[in-house]
């Protein structure tokens, strides 16, 4: 079964730092793109970030600019996003997501797959 | 404010068809592929429609997706009280070098 399971959410205090982290299991992890995609409370999805098969090519939106890196580790099947410098506005629920670019052309982009996500709180 | 624009709710009766509009621009919509995600309350998204228009497996024939020029819309036929959820469309804009979303149209089934 195509798995993906979001850990490191937590009660983090303004400025201060946090690692999430996204297993995946039941494909073969190395051969996807990945994305984080979050969700403040009662609002929509927001694209986060999306890192290329080998890590070489990371893309974020500009809100996490500077302050949020994506990486991953094939050897380990595990997605990482580093934050920093966090904020209130980045309380959310963080979602995992596979991410489709067929022929490498991201024209073609889509997430197929979506862990349940994890809870950032950011407390000022 | 989202890049792309949803119209906030959409609602229709048990049985009856919805559309679901998606309005962009020439660096999104117009050059990009577009998909669509249903969330369900208190769940993770699923990815309804990708390419356009093309459904993953497991996805029932009532949705469909469509595009032209700068718009997609998600089409839903047959409605069931199961469909009400909020919904999202999705696509790769070029002038951003990121993804945008639209900011969601929550379907009620009367």
């Known amino acids: 079964e195509v798995q993906l399971v979001e850990s490191g959410g937590a009660l983090v205090q303004r400025g201060g730092s946090l690692r999430l982290s996204c297993a995946a299991s039941g494909f073969s992890f190395s051969r996807y793109a990945m994305s984080w995609v979050r969700q403040a409370p009662g609002k929509g999805l927001e694209w986060v970030s999306s890192?290329?098969?080998?890590?070489?090519?990371?893309y974020h939106a500009d809100p996490v600019k500077g302050r949020f890196t994506i990486s991953r580790d094939n050897s380990k099947n595990t997605l990482y996003l580093h934050m920093n410098s966090l904020r209130a506005e980045d309380t959310a629920v963080y979602f995992c997501?596979?991410?489709?670019?067929?022929?490498?052309?991201?024209?073609?982009?889509?997430?197929?797959?979506w862990g349940k996500g994890t809870t950032v709180t950011v407390s000022s | 404010q989202s890049v792309l624009t949803q119209p906030p709710s959409v609602s229709a009766a048990p049985g009856q068809r919805v559309t679901i509009s998606c309005s962009g621009h020439?660096?999104?919509?117009?050059?990009?592929?577009v998909s669509w995600y249903q969330q369900l309350p208190r769940t993770a998204p699923k990815l309804l429609i990708y390419d356009n228009n093309k459904r993953p497996s497991g996805i029932p024939d009532r949705f469909s997706g469509s595009k032209s020029g700068t718009s997609a819309t998600l089409g839903i036929t047959g409605l069931q009280t199961g469909d009400e959820a909020d919904y999202y469309c999705?696509?790769?804009?070029?002038?951003?070098?990121?993804?945008?979303f639209g900011g969601g149209t929550k379907l009620t089934v009367l």
């Open positions: 999705g696509t790769w804009d070029s002038s951003l070098s990121g993804w945008v």
């Open positions: 890192i290329g098969v080998s890590g070489g090519s990371t």
């Open positions: 997501a596979r991410s489709v670019i067929p022929y490498g052309d991201y024209s073609y982009f889509y997430m197929d797959v």
């Open positions: 020439r660096s999104n919509i117009a050059n990009n592929y």
